[in-house]
Structures are given as C-alpha cells and as structure tokens.
C-alpha cells in the first residue's frame, strides 16, 4: 500500500521532499536565495548558473547558434536554411559581415525565396528611404529581382500641396498671407 504524501501549504501538492516545512519546489522558488559569485566573463556578482558563468554569459557563450536561429525564426518565420542561404552577402556591394533580410514587395508575410534578399544595413536603409531608393533599385532591377513601383518624384506635388495647406491655416485663422500679398 502506498503512503500519503503531505501536502505542501503554499501550492496546495502532494510533495515527496519537504524542505522548512513546504515542498522542495515552493522553497527554491520563494524562499532559497541562490549564492552569488563573479561571473569568469562579465565579472558581474550574479548567480552562477554553470562552468562560472552567469545565465547571460552562459548563453552567449555555449547557445548563442541556438538563440540565433531562434530569434530568426521568431521575427521572420522563414527557416533557418533560407535564413543563412539569403543573408550571405548583400545583393548590391556584396558586403558580408552585417547583412539584413529585406523583403521586396514590403509583405513580411510573403517569405517565399523569390521575394527575399540580404542588403547590407546601408543599402537596406537606402531601399526604404524615398530619396535614395532610386540609386539601388536600377541595381537590383540589373541582377533580375522583381521591384515594385517605387516613388513617382512628387517634388512638384510637395510644392503644390504645402503653399494650399499654409493658405487654409492661414485663411482659417484670419492672419494675412505675407508670402502672397
């Protein structure tokens, strides 16, 4: 026959060790205060959590791969093959240190292979940025990516539009147009 096991008065569970009267679980979890030592990377007063590294250092150290392709996968739900295959080098210069995932029609929700490429942080500022966009599209239209329409120069447009705006403030405020007399 089996014996009870008492339960534990904080988690209301059986409990097979005891420990300062509630269950070895609740006791590590509320009371026990883990020892802290300098960690052999940071030299942070942290508790260790293996090899004299704290939880960070630990990580970064034996799992960084792992936590990269995890996070890869959390922010762009691609595999981690693709991933590596796309950002090898930037489509553009070829720079290979520092590559971003761009995707070309804008959809982060279209992870096909033909719609992503890797840039490099300054081309893939440039891509997103309406002024310089016009300078890199002329390069990946040449190594056969498909661009979507980009831009039309609305310099004319901004001309047009901000004069009607300051005049509709102005009129609506009853101040009169110094610019236009």
Same mark, same amino acid.
């Not at 904080?10 to 420990?19: F, G, S, V």
């Not at 007063?45 to 392709?69: D, L």
């Not at 490099?120 to 979507?148: A, T, W």
């Given at each position: 026959m089996?014996?009870?096991l %008492?339960?534990?008065p904080?988690?209301?569970?059986?409990?097979k060790?005891?420990?300062k009267g509630?269950c070895h /679980?609740?006791y590590?979890? #509320?009371i026990?205060?883990p020892?802290?030592?300098p960690?052999k990377?940071?030299?942070?007063?942290r508790?260790?959590?293996?090899?004299?590294?704290? =939880?960070g250092?630990? /990580?970064s150290?034996? !799992?960084?791969?792992? +936590?990269?392709? !995890?996070?890869?996968? /959390?922010q762009? /739900?691609?595999p $981690?093959? #693709?991933? *590596?295959?796309v +950002?090898q080098?930037?489509?553009?210069c070829?720079?290979?240190?520092?590559?971003?995932l761009?995707?070309?029609?804008?959809n982060?929700?279209?992870?096909?292979e033909?719609?992503?490429i890797?840039?490099? %942080? $300054?081309?893939h500022?440039?891509?997103?940025?309406? @002024?310089?966009c016009?300078e890199?599209? %002329?390069?990946?239209k040449? *190594? &056969?990516?498909?661009?979507?329409?980009?831009?039309?120069?609305?310099?004319?447009?901004?001309?047009n539009?901000? &004069?009607t705006?300051?005049?509709?403030?102005?009129i609506a405020s009853?101040?009169p @147009?110094i610019h =236009? %007399?």
């Amino acid at each position: 026959m089996s014996e009870l096991l %008492p339960i534990c008065p904080k988690c209301n569970h059986p409990a097979k060790r005891i420990t300062k009267g509630i269950c070895h /679980n609740c006791y590590r979890r #509320l009371i026990w205060v883990p020892p802290k030592s300098p960690c052999k990377r940071c030299g942070r007063m942290r508790p260790i959590q293996a090899w004299g590294f704290c =939880n960070g250092c630990y /990580n970064s150290v034996f !799992h960084i791969e792992k +936590v990269k392709a !995890h996070n890869r996968q /959390n922010q762009h /739900n691609i595999p $981690n093959e #693709l991933y *590596k295959k796309v +950002v090898q080098s930037c489509v553009v210069c070829g720079f290979d240190k520092i590559i971003d995932l761009h995707h070309l029609d804008h959809n982060h929700s279209n992870n096909s292979e033909l719609n992503l490429i890797g840039l490099c %942080p $300054n081309h893939h500022r440039m891509v997103h940025h309406r @002024d310089f966009c016009q300078e890199v599209f %002329p390069v990946l239209k040449s *190594k &056969g990516y498909s661009i979507p329409d980009s831009y039309e120069e609305d310099s004319e447009l901004k001309k047009n539009l901000i &004069g009607t705006i300051h005049k509709k403030r102005l009129i609506a405020s009853g101040k009169p @147009d110094i610019h =236009n %007399p």
